[in-house]
T-cell receptor
Framework: DVKVTQSSRYLVKRTGEKVFLECVQD?????MFWYRQDPGLGLRLIYF???????EKGDIPEGYSVSREKKERFSLILESASTNQTSMYLC?????????????FGPGTRLTVL | AQSVTQPDIHITVSEGASLELRCNYS??????LFWYVQSPGQGLQLLLK??????LVQGIKGFEAEFKRSQSSFNLRKPSVHWSDAAEYFC????????????FGTGTRLQVFP
């Protein structure tokens, strides 16, 4: 079974803090994704990575950066957290395109910025 | 550009009743289509997917979906809903031969009354 784990289920940070969200997958997937989920807006893609050290902006990259130094790990960084970044953050992974875009999701991190 | 519309934000059904959740997509060719379910406090789990072939797709937990090219729809159905089906349901579309990204709808929250 594919397993995608996220470092924290719940996180509370203060405005201006630097925040790291970690995601690890154990199935040797090439692709990894970070989404944020907000009520009424569904899932919105922040960044994705298709290989180690490779990344591509998603739909809402402002205020975020990412790091992928190893294939199994994809980190989301909030350089200076703001209250409007309070949200649920979901990580996902998938095999590279071979006609199969199925993504496997972690349990999510609910981040509150005070 | 691809897009996904889930017209129903919230649906309430009685346990044992039939269910249909609507999904319409916009894409220039035949897309990959997915339905995911998210139980409270959890990540997303794949229910079923359509890539090609038979337009009626069977998934887990007794769900099925039908791809209708003429209507650009991929509606999710279940003949008899159980209380444990209460969750949020997301339809997603992926592009062929292009990218590993998925575009998600805004979700439909299902409430089940005993």
């Amino acid at each position: 079974d594919v397993k995608v784990t996220q470092s924290s289920r719940y996180l509370v940070k203060r405005t201006g803090e630097k925040v790291f969200l970690e995601c690890v997958q154990d199935m040797d997937h090439e692709n990894m994704f970070w989404y944020r989920q907000d009520p009424g807006l569904g899932l919105r893609l922040i960044y994705f990575s298709y290989d180690v050290k490779m990344k591509e902006k998603g739909d809402i990259p402002e205020g975020y950066s990412v790091s992928r130094e190893k294939k199994e790990r994809f980190s989301l960084i909030l350089e200076s957290a703001s209250t409007n970044q309070t949200s649920m953050y979901l990580c996902a992974s998938s095999l590279s395109t071979s006609g199969n875009n199925e993504q496997f999701f972690g349990p999510g991190t609910r981040l509150t910025v005070l | 550009a691809q897009s996904v519309t889930q017209p129903d934000i919230h649906i309430t059904v009685s346990e044992g009743a039939s269910l249909e959740l609507r999904c319409n997509y916009s894409y220039g060719a035949t897309p990959y289509l997915f339905w995911y379910v998210q139980s409270p406090g959890q990540g997303l789990q794949l229910l079923l997917k359509y890539f090609s072939g038979d337009t009626l797709v069977q998934g887990i937990k007794g769900f099925e979906a039908e791809f209708k090219r003429s209507q650009s729809s991929f509606n999710l159905r279940k003949p008899s809903v159980h209380w444990s089906d209460a969750a949020e349901y997301f339809c997603a579309v992926g592009a062929r031969h292009n990218t590993d990204k998925l575009i998600f709808g805004t979700g439909t929250r299902l409430q089940v009354f005993p």
